[in-house]
């Protein structure tokens, strides 16, 4: 499953830079051939290797492996399985934020995560 949704990301974030594989697998010192076969999902990257590729792209690695921009229906085809969700009127959402807006959604997420955990031990 994280190699399906490490390489939507890649090729995400190459479609956004107007970048092409190639010269994403120059700039992170792997083969053009690994990188195909790491696209096609036949090749299994080291930590080292994703590492290289989210430098080369200039960005954070748990991008790379965030999978909170997909949509659930996606990510269940991607696993071939039901996900566990979340209870009604919550969700899971990731982005790019100001300091401020993390600071703000950190708080949230306390609260909410704290919300849950004690209404969980209710049941």
């Known amino acids: 499953m994280y190699n399906l949704i490490l390489i939507t990301n890649i090729l995400r974030i190459l479609d956004e830079k107007d970048m092409t594989k190639s010269e994403l697998a120059e700039k992170a010192g792997v083969s053009i051939s690994f990188f195909t076969d790491l ?6 990257p080291s930590l080292r290797i994703i590492e290289a590729v989210a430098e080369a792209l200039e960005t954070p690695l ?6 909170s921009d997909m949509s659930a229906a996606d990510l269940e085809a991607l696993t071939n399985r039901k996900l566990k969700h ?3 009127g919550f969700v899971w ?3 790019v934020l100001s300091e401020y807006e993390a600071y703000q ?4 997420d306390k609260k ?3 919300f849950l955990l004690k209404n969980k031990s209710k049941k």
């Open 39 to 44: 696209t096609n999902d036949k090749a299994n």
């Open 62 to 67: 748990p991008m790379l492996l965030d999978s």
């Open 86 to 88: 979340l209870p009604k």
């Open 93 to 95: 959402k990731g982005g």
């Open 105 to 108: 959604v950190e708080q949230w």
């Open 112 to 114: 909410n995560r704290a």
